[in-house]
């Protein structure tokens, strides 16, 4: 599903390069959830927009679902993004004026999908989040924990090939993150969907299937973490 050969990026400023990833190999593969576990000067932001194509890559290619995305042009990047990636932020980035059923309507919007079939498939992947009865509200009417459930459904109504979830539990206190992992690690087994968590939690990406750890733009080790969570 997902593909890192030989990457490696830097940041110029002037006649001064800053190397920010150095040499990141990585395969993940189909129905998989992974955690990039980094700290803060890690290295994980910079990978996480590299992998969403968000930024171009210094050197190195990076494939999603066999596409090489690094060789893409904007428009090609942004067709690429509406039907094969998701995105699942921190803050949530729910637009509130609109309701929960609109909010998670909003990527189909762009794929252009008529209004029927979008009200269909939104409704249809709120139930799975269990948010059925709250689509009508507003944003400001939902729990923080609740807030995450559109913002996940938002990620999955177009079906993608993978989702990154940028610290997806960073403002929720510690049962509602249990709840939001536990979410996400069943809509994986029941929707086959990769999930990339990127994280600075040790608990956190316990739950996942596979870590993945960053330190200093390296990629220094890579451990089964369920099975010894469990």
């Known amino acids: 599903m997902l593909e890192i050969i030989d ?68 428009n090609q990047l942004a067709e690429f993004r509406r039907g094969n990636i998701g995105f699942i932020f921190q803050s949530y980035e729910l637009i509130p004026h609109l309701s929960v059923i609109e909010n998670v309507e909003l990527p189909l919007i762009f794929q252009g999908e008529k209004p029927k079939l979008r009200k269909e498939k939104a409704e249809a992947i ?51 993150e249990e709840e939001i992992i536990g979410l996400l690690l069943d809509l994986n087994a029941r929707l086959d969907i990769t999930f990339m968590i990127v994280t600075h939690e040790q608990e956190v990406a316990r739950r996942a299937e596979r870590t993945i750890v960053l330190r200093d733009g390296r990629l220094v080790s890579t451990e089964e973490s369920r099975g010894a969570a469990e």
């Open 7 to 74: 990457l490696s990026h830097s940041f110029r400023n002037g006649a001064e390069e800053t190397k920010v990833l150095d040499g990141i190999n990585l395969v993940v593969d189909k129905k998989e959830v992974v955690a990039l576990l980094g700290s803060s000067g890690s290295g994980k932001s910079t990978l996480l927009n590299l992998m969403a194509g968000l930024m171009k890559p210094t050197k190195g290619s990076i494939r999603i679902a066999g596409q090489p995305i690094e060789k893409m042009n904007e």
């Open 126 to 176: 709120l139930s799975q989040v269990g948010l059925e009865e709250k689509s009508k509200l507003y944003p400001s009417q939902l729990s923080g924990g609740q807030q995450q459930r559109v913002s996940i459904a938002r990620s999955l109504v177009t079906s993608p090939s993978i989702v990154f979830a940028d610290e997806p539990t960073g403002n929720l206190d510690t049962k509602t």
